[in-house]
């Protein structure tokens, strides 16, 4: 089976905060994705990525970078962290081809709280 | 642009009966995929159900089914035989074969009843 894991389940950081969310998959998936969720909006694509050192922007990028230095490992960086992105983020996996019909992957998800 | 609109936030089903979540969806796209996932409780999104745009045919896997009206846009899940561990959210999603981008709906909420 996949497993994508997420390093965290919960968080609490601070406005102002630099703020790092990993993610790893372990199997050799292309694609990866980071997303939002929020009561109400449903989940919403922040970024994702086709290859190692590539990224696209999805449809919420503000205030999110993104890093993808090994193909197993996406990162989600919050470079100044606000109280508006106190949310559930969850990472995705998927394989091997972009335009395919294949499912995408979920980790358990990050509640981070900004404060 | 694609959305995709759930319109029920939460529906509640006795155990062993038969519930139906709505989805309609809105693209331009000709070639797209559905998918129905279900997030239980613990958060582990997970796929349901999937259904290619251009099959006619309706997609069934066990107890799941959907009903897949492609002039109406509509794209509905059916639980058959409810169980507990069918309560969960339930989102419905779309991707196109141009982009790769999965868009969600809000969710919809089951709670199963004993």
């Known amino acids: 089976d996949v497993k994508v894991t997420q390093s965290s389940r919960y968080l609490v950081k601070r406005t102002g905060e630099k703020v790092f969310l990993e993610c790893v998959q372990d199997?050799?998936?292309?694609?990866m994705f980071w997303y939002r969720q929020d009561p109400g909006l449903g989940l919403r694509l922040i970024y994702f990525s086709y290859d190692v050192k590539m990224k696209e922007k999805g449809d919420i990028p503000e205030g999110y970078s993104v890093s993808r230095e090994k193909k197993e490992r996406f990162s989600l960086i919050l470079e100044s962290a606000s109280t508006n992105q106190t949310s559930m983020y969850l990472c995705?996996?998927?394989?091997?081809?972009?335009?395919?019909?294949?499912?995408?992957?979920f980790g358990d998800g990050t509640r981070l709280s900004i404060l | 642009a694609q959305t995709v609109t759930q319109s029920q936030p939460e529906m509640s089903v006795q155990e062993a009966e038969t519930v139906t979540l709505s989805c309609t969806y809105d693209t331009s796209e000709s070639d797209y995929y559905l998918f129905w996932y279900k997030q239980p409780p613990s958060r582990q999104m997970i796929l349901v159900i999937r259904?290619?745009?251009?099959?006619?045919q309706n997609a069934t896997e066990n107890r799941f089914s959907v009903n897949f009206q492609k002039a109406a846009k509509s794209f509905s899940l059916k639980i058959s035989d409810s169980q507990l561990g069918d309560a969960a959210m339930y989102f419905c999603a779309c991707t196109s074969s141009n982009t790769g981008k999965l868009i969600f709906g809000q969710g919809t909420t089951l709670q199963v009843k004993p």
């Open positions: 259904q290619e745009a251009y099959k006619q």
């Open positions: 199997m050799d998936h292309e694609n």
């Open positions: 995705a996996s998927s394989s091997p081809t972009l335009l395919s019909n294949q499912p995408q992957h």
